[in-house]
Structure formats: structure tokens, C-alpha cells
């Protein structure tokens, strides 16, 4: 999709850190924007940021559950009646060693991050399949490259990302040439995602503890999600799969795949 003026994107997540740095340069591209994220009132700020002109709807909507994406692409096409480009985005992180995760815990990250993704592709597949014409973006991480400790839920959310994104791209290949999928896989990015259990079912943990300190500390350092949103915007106009963002993480995957081929064990890799 070389020319995005015009087009209809729905992004996921929208209200915040990568999801709305995509908003804003998707609108910098002319795009209609429909926005989704499930806390109401950080979604309204979005949309009170935007630049003026902007044409943009909005709504509430928890990706983890499929009748809201579903109800999500309903609102879609009945504000501006196509869809064209799909950012699968919104996440939560949740670190913690095994043998402290809770199911709740991770019934939520996978509910989000996975099932989010699923959800995605599954409301919106058809339609742009049919229309014969569209872009998918699903947000991984580097999570979903090679695992690291303590990010056990996480890390198994990010890699189903990528296995469905992966396998989407041979499927779409052979019958829908023209309907293209890409996956994001940033390391740390300066966002509110050392924040994400201010959604969690069960509430913010009195003691984030010491992981998720670092974690904090870790996203503090990362780059400007406004470059994730460039690299996001060039990956769907000339169609690239792999969004990669930060330089020392083909290093790191290639660490990972030469331990298999080699035998060895899973390297340590922190991102
Ligand atoms: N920040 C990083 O370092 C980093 C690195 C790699 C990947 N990612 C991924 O990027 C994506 C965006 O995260 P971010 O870093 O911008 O964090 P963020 O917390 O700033 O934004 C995430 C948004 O998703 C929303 N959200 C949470 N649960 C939701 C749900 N059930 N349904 C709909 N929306 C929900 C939040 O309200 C928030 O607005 C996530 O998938 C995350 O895993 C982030």
C-alpha cells in the first residue's frame, strides 16, 4: 500500500505510547483514523491531541474480547465503510518469575497480547480478503525474537504473535497478493507499559517489586515511539514483513539460532 492518503486505519492500543505515535503519523500521511483502546478517558486525550483536520473516530474496545473486536470493525466501516490498514497493538507487559506468574496473571497477558492479535486478524482478515486490497501490522517485540527471563507470559504471547504472523504471510502470498501482513518487534520503547497493570484484573500490585522496577527503568532508556511509528509507516508502504528497531537485535537472534543449530542452550539475552 504505497499510498496511504486517504486510507482507513484502526489501530488498537491507541491511547498511548506506540498506538498513539502510529495515530499520529498515520494523520500526517492523511489517513481516516479509527481508534480503539480500553480506558475511555485516556482514549478521549488521544483524540483531543490529534492535529487539527484529522479526520478521526473513536471507541472503546477490550482486545481480548472477540465481540468487541468484532463490534470495533462494525464501527469502522460504519464511519468511514472500509478498512485498510490493521494495527493489531494493543499489550500489556507483566514480568515476574514462574514461579510466582498466578493464572490470572497469565489468562490477562495472553488474553491481551495474543488473543488480542487472533481477535484482530480473525474481525478483520475477511474483510480486507475480500476487498482484495489492505495491510495487517501485528505488534510483537522482541519478546517474540528470543526469550528472556522473567517475562515468561510475555515472552510466550509475543513469539504466538509472530508464529501467526508468519504463518499469515505464506497464506496471504499464495491467495491475496495484494493483502499484506508485517510484524513490529521493538525493543524497549519509552512508553506507559511499566505502568500496564493499572489494567490488570486484579488491580496494581502494592509492590511492583524489584523486575519490574528494572523493567521501568529499561523503558525509560528506550527510543521515542515516534521512530517505531516511522519505521511502522515505511514497513506498510513498500510491504516489509520483519519491523525490526533497534541495531543490536540481529545480533541477538542470531545468538538464539545458533545455539539450536549448534545444540547449545538458550543464550541470555536481555533485549
Ligand atoms: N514499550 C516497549 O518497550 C515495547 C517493546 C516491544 C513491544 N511493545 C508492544 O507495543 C505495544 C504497545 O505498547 P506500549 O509500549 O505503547 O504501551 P502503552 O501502555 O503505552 O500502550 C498500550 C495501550 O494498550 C492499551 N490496552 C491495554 N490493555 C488493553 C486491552 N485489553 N484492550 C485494548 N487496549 C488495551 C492501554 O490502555 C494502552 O493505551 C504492546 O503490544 C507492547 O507489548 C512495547
Known sequence: MDNLNGRVAVITGAASGIGLAMAHRFAAEGMKLVLSDVE????????????AGTEAVSTVCDVSKAEQ?????????????????VCNNAGVGGGGPMTELNLTDWEWVIGVNLWGVIHGVRSFLPLLAEQGEGHIVNTASVAGLFAAPFMGAYNVSKYGVVALSETLFNELAMAHPNVGVSVLCPSWVKTNIASSTRNHPDGEPADAGAIAEAIETFISRGIDPADVADKVAEAVKVGRFWILTHEDTPAAVAQRMTAILEDGTPPMLMH
Open 69 to 85: 473486536v468484532e463490534a470495533l470493525r462494525e464501527f469502522a466501516l460504519s464511519s468511514f465503510g472500509s478498512v485498510h490498514l
Open 40 to 51: 475511555a478517558p485516556a482514549l478521549e486525550m488521544a483524540m483531543a491531541g490529534l492535529p
